[in-house]
């Protein structure tokens, strides 16, 4: 899995693409995630688009990244899961959890809401 990050703002947007599962792509995001609220930086999306596979490991990543951008105060967003994806935390209830949305603007508009 490849990870890009860039920021929009004071928002840091991680851009993973591949397989999200059990192994070096999960140990890839958790690292990401922890380096960056480690930075004091808590308002993060993660972008899935390119994201074509999640298993319970990438799953458990997702949820963990939120937990810790909200520890902080800070919250985690995800943006354009495929159908796939997006069948899984369906599946999961975990749309009901995570604000997920399609366009990047309104992802970042909705942190200052």
């Known amino acids: ?29 958790g690292k990401a995630v922890k380096a960056i609220i480690d930075e004091g930086r808590t308002k993060l999306i993660i972008n899935l688009k390119s994201v074509d596979y ?6 458990g990543e ?10 902080k105060k800070g919250d985690v967003k995800l943006l354009m899961p495929n159908q796939t994806v997006y069948n899984v ?8 959890i995570f604000d997920i949305h399609q366009d990047e603007a309104k992802a970042l508009r909705a942190f200052a809401a």
């Not at 993973?16 to 140990?27: K, Q, T």
């Not at 999640?54 to 799953?59: F, N, R, Y």
């Not at 935390?89 to 009901?96: A, K, V």
């Open 54 to 59: 999640v298993d319970s490991a990438g799953i």
């Open 89 to 96: 935390l369906s599946m999961l209830s975990l749309h009901l």
């Open 62 to 71: 997702l949820v963990a990244a939120k937990k810790r951008a909200v520890e």
């Open 1 to 29: 899995m490849k990870m890009k990050t860039r920021e929009a703002g004071d928002v840091r947007i991680l851009e993973p693409s591949g397989r999200l599962v059990l192994g070096e792509p999960v140990d890839t995001l």
